[in-house]
């Protein structure tokens, strides 16, 4: 219908189809308008009216606009509707309100960005993304692009559920991405990954991507400098100083790790205790205004938001957020305060109050800071067990004023709840080092519980300056505790700083027996086997591990030689060649050797092996020596005195006797060797001379030589010798 009215022409129409296009194809549509168009003014008003979604490829039942009211300037190559109401049957069971924008353009990466509809309300609720994924926030769709938005004070969040639907991770951010069926993006997300019962792992700034079809989720910390924060594990009370967070959810292994290609950088994961004061050098190196310490008031007062402008003219009155933006990002990334640039507020964290009180010495805290250094993830979250695998580990420092260390045999911590933590290796503690397996720390009674010690090395100072030292101080005492279980008191679990020095720790205290054993392969190849030959320790306590002296090394316990003789209690002490053992006499009545012959003497244990001075009996014979070397299968000696008494009774023996004879003594197999040294043997009386070797046995005597006469003499390698005749 044509009309001129004021001399303004104008067309209108009832139905019709709008359409708008450019030379290049490109084209806009509304179906099922009514308007009218004023060609003086190139004004199009129309009412009514469905857009669609056809040209991103969505069918027009699926996804429409339908339009109320609005106005297109003919020259323009795009318009924008209000009180618009989208139906999308796919996402909601009905039609939504909002505005729509829609523009004649080119392609953007093979795909057209409009139409746009962006919902008014910001408290749609959609499962439709994926089964898994539930979003509450805004809603809009910008071409193909379905996109979930927030403002900054009311932001969108999406939920993801395991296959159980047990929540994993909540997230919150002014924007989401999803491509349909695809994936979905978002930056500057807060996030908090959830596992066990109520931890997390949370970031508040991260960027977020999510393959729908393989389940695949990671999170990489922003690039600003407002996003330098460390990932935060509840469960663990651990901040982990990593780029990225990666989880394919239908596996139990979430990864930590470095996204930047200097993959071997140093991984920080530090206990929320952690109190570095060189931390704060920085903040005054170049100034002598201290931050943290302008925070103190802020905490006293109990205020935890700062606008950044109030904290800049805390500083000096003339100073704006510019001068004071670097110092936050610092802070920022040591962990002291949260930033959110768009707000401009300062949050401040737990940290800052913990380094306020503990540089005035008013609070405990830690030296807890695990250093990962590999080129492999640095470290894995199982979620079965609810253990942080932290790998490529050199050490971890427990206690720096009590000299606790733990050094992790392959380079990896498990820790569980608390900072608790498992290792295979070596716990090092002032002059102590356990070496074994299962050696677990208890944060919260800073204790490590030891089941299986393979070897406890300890260092002393030599008193007599002959030890080779370590670090020119301490020498290690060279027989090993083993097979040993207890527990290390690190330090009283309220000082696990050491701010007070208290004398008695580190304390160690064993549990149940252990054991030396002396089956070195230096010593008589391994002779003494630790099935059957060993000092059994009783339980004992060892106080102030740095300060160990020789008086300390005192072990009350058992000794089992092996059937050398019987077992019996003794004191194991240092020994001066800085070996553990023990010298002591024997009783009035003898000892029994071997349980065939009598011992009575001097016996010693040392790093030269079980040895004695004293007399041997066996059979009819009689020995001395000053030097037995005891042995499981055999004695040897260097006699100073051989006796054999006669015997008619069998075993027959003739007496004997020689000043100086070596002895070689085999218990388990033919007998007791005698040879010969300087002079010969006198037997029967001293009315017959021998040169060689004889051999008792509990069948008697033998010998293997000559037999002098005084005008004769004979040779045989087995004379068999009775009491009045051979």
Not at 158 to 174: H, P, T
Not at 686 to 698: A, H, P, T
């Amino acid at each position: 219908t044509f009309a001129l009215k004021n001399d303004t022409p104008s067309v209108s129409f009832n139905k019709v189809l709008l359409i708008g296009a450019t030379f290049n194809k490109d084209s806009i549509m509304i179906a099922d308008t009514k308007g009218s168009y004023w060609p003086l003014s190139n004004i199009w008003r129309g009412e009514g009216g469905r857009v669609t979604w056809e040209r991103n490829g969505i069918p027009a039942a699926t996804a429409y606009a339908t339009l109320d009211k609005y106005v297109i300037e003919a020259k323009q190559s795009g318009y924008k509707a209000e009180n618009v109401t989208l139906t999308y049957s796919k996402y909601f069971n009905t039609p939504i309100k909002g505005t729509l924008t829609d523009q004649i353009a080119t392609k953007v990466s093979g795909v057209y960005d409009n139409p746009q509809f962006t919902s008014t309300d910001l408290n749609h609720n959609i499962t439709g993304f994926s089964n898994q994924i539930k979003y509450y926030g805004g809603f809009a769709l910008e071409g193909p692009k379905l996109i979930g938005f927030g403002t900054e004070e009311n932001k969108g969040r999406m939920d993801f559920f395991d296959d159980k639907g047990k929540l994993i991770l909540r997230s919150y951010s002014k924007r989401f991405g999803v491509k349909e069926a695809s994936e979905i993006n978002a930056q500057q997300t807060a996030v908090s990954l959830y596992f066990g019962k109520n931890d997390s792992i949370y970031h508040p700034g991260v960027n977020l991507r999510y393959d729908i079809a393989n389940k695949e989720l990671r999170l990489v910390r922003d690039a600003k400098a407002s996003a330098q924060i460390a990932f935060i594990s509840s469960y663990h009370r651990l901040e982990a100083n990593v780029d990225a967070v990666s989880w394919k959810t239908t596996t139990p292994v979430i990864n930590f790790e470095v996204v930047s290609l200097l993959k071997d950088n140093t991984v920080i994961f530090e206990s929320f205790n952690l109190y570095e004061p060189k931390r704060l050098y920085k903040y005054t190196a170049y100034s002598d205004q201290d931050p943290i310490l302008y925070l103190k008031g802020y905490v006293e007062g109990g205020q935890t938001q700062i606008p950044i402008q109030d904290f800049a003219g805390a500083f000096n009155a003339r100073y704006d957020k510019q001068a004071v933006l670097s110092t936050v990002f610092d802070m920022v990334a040591d962990g002291f305060v949260f930033y959110n640039p768009e707000t401009e507020m300062i949050t401040l964290r737990e940290k800052t109050k913990l380094y306020i009180e503990a540089r005035r010495k008013k609070t405990d805290f830690d030296r807890i800071l695990i250093k990962s250094e590999t080129k492999q993830d640095n470290a894995q979250l199982d979620l079965t067990t609810q253990e942080l695998i932290v790998t490529g580990v050199k050490q971890v420092t427990l206690s720096d004023s009590q000299k606790v260390i733990m050094q992790p045999a392959k380079g990896f911590v498990r820790v569980s709840q608390n900072r608790n933590m498992d290792i295979d290796g070596t716990i090092l503690a002032g002059n102590v080092d356990f070496v074994g397996k299962n050696m677990h720390f208890d944060y919260d009674k800073f204790n490590i519980n030891m089941d299986t010690v393979n070897q406890m090395l300890m260092y002393i100072k030599d008193p007599e300056g002959k030890q080779p030292t370590i670090d020119g101080n301490v020498s290690q005492v060279k027989t090993p505790i083993r097979d040993i279980s207890g527990t290390l008191s690190i330090d009283r679990p309220d000082n696990k700083s050491g701010r007070e020095m208290l004398k008695d720790y580190p304390s160690f205290t064993s549990r149940g027996n252990s054991y030396i054993y002396y089956d070195d392969k230096n010593l008589y190849n391994g002779a003494y086997k630790r099935d059957q030959f060993y000092f059994k320790l009783k339980p004992f306590t060892f106080n102030d591990l740095d300060e160990l002296t020789p008086d300390l090394m005192s072990f009350p316990g058992t000794m089992k030689t092996a059937g050398i003789f019987p077992d019996f209690d003794q004191i194991s002490s240092l020994r001066k060649d800085f070996t553990l053992g023990f010298e002591r006499e024997t009783e009035a009545n003898a000892m029994p050797i071997y349980a065939k012959g009598k011992y009575s003497g001097n016996i010693q244990m040392s790093g030269a092996g079980l040895r004695g001075t004293g007399e041997i009996s066996y059979m009819t014979s009689k020995f001395t020596s000053q030097q037995y070397e005891f042995l499981p299968d055999s004695t040897l000696a260097n006699c100073d005195l051989f006796e054999m008494k006669k015997q008619t009774t069998r075993p027959e023996f003739p007496s004997g006797y020689n000043a100086k004879v070596r002895m070689k003594w085999l218990p388990k197999a033919d007998g007791m060797h005698i040879i010969m040294k300087d002079t010969p043997f006198t037997l029967y009386d001293e009315k017959i001379g021998f040169k060689g070797e004889l051999l008792i046995s509990e069948n008697g005597l033998k010998a293997n030589g000559i037999l002098n006469f005084r005008e004769a003499a004979l040779r045989s390698n087995e004379f068999v010798c009775l009491a009045n005749s051979f």
